[in-house]
C-alpha cells in the first residue's frame, strides 16, 4: 500500500508564496505521473499542475503558469509545488495524485489535502 501525505499549506497574504510537497511512503514507489489538484467549496476539482516521474515533462492549468513550478526528488519519492504570486483565487485544499501507469484508468492513489488559504 502507497500513503501519499502532503504538507505546507497555510495562510499567506496575496503575493506571498508557498511551497507544498507530498511525499509518497509505503511500498516501494514507482509511479508513471504524479499530479496536484485542488477544491473549493462548491466547485468541481480541478488540475493544477502535473509531472512525468520518468522523464520530468510538466504539465500546468493556465491560470498557474509562470507562478507554480512543480518538480520531484525521486530519491525522496516526493513532489513538490512551488506557489509564488499566490492569489485570492488559489485559495483551495491542494490534493496530491499518483497515477502508476500510463494505462492506468484516473489515479490509483490520492493525499489528505492541504489547505491554502491567500488572503486579499
Known amino acids: 500500500q502507497v500513503q501519499l501525505v502532503e504538507s505546507g499549506g497555510g495562510l499567506v497574504q496575496a503575493g506571498g508564496s508557498l511551497r507544498l510537497s507530498c511525499a509518497a511512503s509505503?511500498?516501494?514507489?514507482?509511479?508513471?505521473?504524479m499530479d496536484w489538484f485542488r477544491r473549493t467549496p462548491g466547485k468541481e476539482r480541478e488540475f493544477v499542475a502535473g509531472?512525468?516521474?520518468?522523464?520530468?515533462?510538466?504539465y500546468y492549468r493556465d491560470s498557474v503558469k509562470g507562478r507554480f513550478t512543480i518538480s520531484r526528488d525521486n530519491a525522496k519519492n516526493t513532489v513538490y509545488l512551488q506557489m509564488n504570486s499566490l492569489k485570492p483565487e488559489d485559495t483551495a485544499v491542494y490534493y496530491c495524485?499518483?497515477?502508476?501507469?500510463?494505462?492506468?484508468?484516473?489515479?490509483?492513489?490520492w493525499g489528505q489535502g492541504t489547505q491554502v488559504t491567500v488572503s486579499s
Open positions: 509531472i512525468n516521474w520518468r522523464n520530468g515533462n510538466t
Open positions: 509505503g511500498r516501494t514507489f514507482s509511479t508513471y505521473q
Open positions: 495524485a499518483a497515477r502508476l501507469s500510463p494505462t492506468s484508468v484516473g489515479y490509483e492513489y
